[in-house]
């Protein structure tokens, strides 16, 4: 069952902005979402941010500066603004969490079913 569940992906022109949001699914808190990987076609899955419970947050270093990572702890919920979007960010995008996170962790073995980010002319 998904308990992680991503939106905002859909299609976008080059040097577009599209805002992603990652929640855990349900009434009550189970996995706390803390980051963002993306995979491509033929491609491996790569980070592209994440954020811990305390804010420190980590970027992947192709990405600092277009990306930006934050989450609101009351809502349990992620987000990624992503801004001067190229056609080599098109992407399945994926949140990744964990369950009982502390609050230093950044990286969970749970994940959401992906969202599609296209960017495209």
């Known amino acids: 069952q998904v308990q992680l569940v991503e939106s905002g992906g859909g299609l976008v022109q080059p040097g577009g902005s599209l805002r992603l949001s990652c929640i855990a699914s349900?009434?009550?808190?189970?996995?706390?979402?803390l980051g963002w990987f993306r995979q491509a076609p033929g491609k491996q899955r790569e980070l592209v941010a994440a954020i811990a419970r305390n804010g420190n947050t980590n970027y992947a270093d192709s990405l600092t500066g277009r990306f930006t990572i934050s989450r609101d702890n009351t809502k349990n919920t992620v987000y990624l603004q992503m801004n001067s979007l190229k056609s080599e960010d098109t992407a399945v995008y994926y949140c990744n969490g964990a369950k009982f996170a502390s609050w230093v962790q950044l990286r969970g073995d749970y994940w959401g079913q992906g969202t599609q980010v296209t960017v495209s002319s």
């Open positions: 349900g009434s009550i808190f189970s996995i706390y979402p």
